[in-house]
T-cell receptor, first 111, second 113 residues
Framework: DAKTTQPTSMDCAEGRAANLPCNHS???????VYWYRQIHSQGPQYIIH???NNETNEMASLIITEDRKSSTLILPHATLRDTAVYYC????????????FGTGTRLQVFP | DTAVSQTPKYLVTQMGNDKSIKCEQN?????MYWYKQDSKKFLKIMFS???????INETVPNRFSPKSPDKAHLNLHINSLELGDSAVYFC????????????FGPGTRLTVT
């Protein structure tokens, strides 16, 4: 079973920031927070991950609360191509068989 | 260059047949996986394979068997196909998850008639 809770769907206007929340209140000390997305008919795509510090890469930023019980994925300037299902996953770094996907958030970016 | 590739992309077959899906990764990763995505879009892990250690999701029927001829390949064999096996199957690979994510292939859409 997935250990995260995400809203079922969200909308975002093109060019605006998309902020996708995730609750993981039972996260363990050795578990990372991973974000993936799946664009229609494609394989899941890795976006970003973090342990406790905020992270940023060319795709997105990840903000993790100090107690690590929740996080937010930020797409700073959403485009139509960012329309996808976004998955938040908690997983120990060395237990690779624990990458378990939940139902995710369906983000719709509109013009 | 494609990082994780799968063949075929589409596979239509009849109940009772035996089929295989091939997966190759050119990332030098140590761990490979098979996932199944059903019609409701739930992604479920079936197997992970690392250094010849196979970890099986206990819900996977033994008609499904992964075979790894080498570190870069993890093929999925399915015997006696059933209607419920219809789904999209994704192969993936990863190194140490602490240093990055898993990379997924484009998927194989299996339809059993």
């Amino acid at each position: 079973d997935a250990k995260t809770t995400q809203p079922t769907s969200m909308d975002c206007a093109e060019g605006r920031a998309a902020n996708l929340p995730c609750n993981h209140s039972t996260i363990s000390g050795n578990e990372y927070v991973y974000w993936y997305r799946q664009i229609h008919s494609q394989g899941p795509q890795y976006i970003i991950h973090g342990l406790k510090n905020n992270e940023t890469n060319e795709m997105a930023s990840l903000i993790i609360t100090e107690d690590r019980k929740s996080s937010t994925l930020i797409l700073p300037h959403a485009t139509l191509r960012d329309t996808a299902v976004y998955y938040c996953i908690v997983c120990p770094a060395y237990n690779t068989d624990k990458l378990i996907f939940g139902t995710g958030t369906r983000l719709q970016v509109f013009p | 260059d494609t990082a994780v590739s799968q063949t075929p992309k589409y596979l239509v077959t009849q109940m009772g047949n035996d089929k295989s899906i091939k997966c190759e990764q050119n990332l030098g990763h140590d761990t490979m996986y098979w996932y199944k995505q059903d019609s409701k879009k739930f992604l479920k892990i079936m197997f992970s394979y690392n250094n010849k250690e196979l970890i099986i999701n206990e819900t996977v029927p033994n008609r499904f068997s992964p075979k790894s001829p080498d570190k870069a390949h993890l093929n999925l064999h399915i015997n006696s196909l059933e209607l419920g096996d219809s789904a999209v199957y994704f192969c993936a690979s990863s190194q140490d998850l602490g240093s990055g994510g898993a990379y997924f292939g484009p998927g194989t859409r299996l339809t059993v008639t």
